[in-house]
Each structure stands twice: as C-alpha cells, then as structure tokens.
C-alpha cells in the first residue's frame, strides 16, 4: 500500500508543455511499477504510460509516443510525466497508479490533477 499525490496540472495552449509528479509514501517505490492513466469527461479511463523501477522499463500509449516521457527519481519516490506537444484532445485529469511487481494491476490511486490543452 501507498499513498500517491499528483501535482503539477494547468492551463497550456496546444503545442505546449507540462510536467506531472506523482509523490509516493508509506513504501518505497523500489519494487513497484508505476502507470500514468488519464480519463477526459465522458471517456473511460485509459492507459498512458508506465515506468518499471527495477528494471527501468517503460512502455507508452500509442498516441503519447514520441510527445510523453515517463521518469523517476527513486530517491524521492517520485515518477514524473513530461508532456510536450501537447494538443486539445490531451486535456484530462492525469492519474498517478502503483503495482506490485509481478503482483496483480495496479491496486493504488492519486487523487487525479486536471490537465487542460486550449486551441
């Protein structure tokens, strides 16, 4: 179990950037993997990306290749998601998650951080 808190959401026009950070207590993130998801109003909750501490795997949607970069700093239990090139259909609330490696999905949940992209 781990408490994980978003942050770094906003208001950026189409083309452009914003980091998200997803803080984690309670456990170290060591053995866990960690997913970014993302859920637009009106649409189900989709995968975006994901970062596997021990091995430093990542894997990506589709449609965020080449534009998000998923990224750790282990000392601080804190994943990060750089977004650029960002476009309107990005806009969402940002969803930071957490596994267990070779565990079961993902069992815990921040509380969301609202990303808007403006045309």
């Known amino acids: 179990q781990v408490q994980l808190v978003e942050s770094g959401g906003g208001l950026v026009q189409a083309g452009g950037s914003l980091r998200l950070s997803c803080a984690a207590s309670?456990?170290?993130?060591?053995?866990?993997?960690m997913g970014w998801f993302r859920q637009a109003p009106g649409k189900e909750r989709e995968f975006v990306a994901e970062?596997?501490?021990?091995?430093?795997?990542?894997y990506y949607a589709e449609d965020v290749k080449g534009r998000f970069t998923i990224s750790g700093d282990s000392a601080k239990n804190t994943v990060f998601l750089q977004m650029n090139s960002l476009k309107p259909e990005d806009t969402a609330v940002y969803y930071c998650?957490?596994?267990?490696?070779?565990?079961?999905?993902?069992?815990?949940w921040g509380q969301g951080t609202q990303v808007t992209v403006s045309s």
């Open positions: 970062l596997t501490w021990r091995s430093g795997s990542t």
């Open positions: 998650a957490a596994k267990v490696l070779f565990v079961g999905g993902y069992d815990d």
């Open positions: 309670g456990r170290t993130v060591r053995n866990y993997v």
